[in-house]
């Protein structure tokens, strides 16, 4: 099995930052992608940012020049460095991985738990 487990979550006034971290754990071969998605009340799952093993990354625009996704390959973990928060950004935050368990094996998805950000105005 393989498991997300995110952390760094909080409650934060606007203009201030967060870090947000996610460490996956278990049956790893290899990992093609890491990404972090927020889902907001009454609003559908988005995608936030994501970052390659190549080191390639992307953005929804909302949050371009603000949040930065990092990663550390060897540890398997993602990062997301949240700055200049603005009220709209609160929602439950979920890592995901696209993760195959042997040579040869397809990449399958799996998600985190979900952390929540609270930007209070």
Do not use: H
Request: include cysteine; hydrophobic fraction near 35%; aromatic fraction near 10%.
């Amino acid at each position: 099995q393989v498991q997300l487990v995110e952390s760094g979550g909080g409650l934060v006034q606007a203009g201030g930052s967060l870090r947000l971290s996610c460490a996956a754990s278990g049956s790893i071969f290899s990992i093609n992608a890491m990404a972090w998605y927020r889902q907001a009340p009454g609003k559908q799952r988005e995608l936030v940012a994501g970052i390659t093993s190549g080191g390639s990354t992307n953005y929804a625009d909302s949050v371009k020049g603000r949040f930065t996704i990092s990663a550390d390959n060897a540890k398997n973990t993602v990062y997301l460095q949240m700055n200049s928060l603005k009220p709209e950004d609160t929602a439950v935050y979920y890592c995901n991985a696209a993760v195959s368990k042997n040579w040869g094996q397809r990449f399958y998805d799996y998600w985190g738990q979900g952390t929540q950000v609270t930007v209070s105005s």
